[in-house]
């Protein structure tokens, strides 16, 4: 398995990365909220007691 940073061979210590900079680096873009997941809008995204009936 490899780093999912910088694709280097990973560490046991710091599985699934290579050192602690790369877990620090995945850390900060969860944080910043760079990982995101697309969302394709459509008429069923209102909430349950927003819903017309």
Same mark, same amino acid.
């Given at each position: 398995?490899?780093?999912?940073?910088?694709?280097?061979?990973?560490?046991?210590?710091?599985?699934?990365?290579?050192?602690?900079?790369?877990?620090?680096? &995945? #850390?900060?873009?969860?944080?910043? @909220?760079?990982?995101?997941?697309?969302?394709?809008?459509?008429?069923? &995204? #209102?909430?349950?007691?927003?819903? @017309?009936?």
């Amino acid at each position: 398995m490899s780093c999912p940073i910088c694709a280097k061979p990973t560490d046991p210590q710091y599985r699934p990365f290579c050192s602690r900079r790369c877990a620090d680096v &995945d #850390l900060g873009r969860w944080l910043k @909220e760079s990982y995101v997941i697309p969302v394709v809008e459509g008429e069923n &995204d #209102l909430p349950k007691d927003e819903e @017309e009936t």
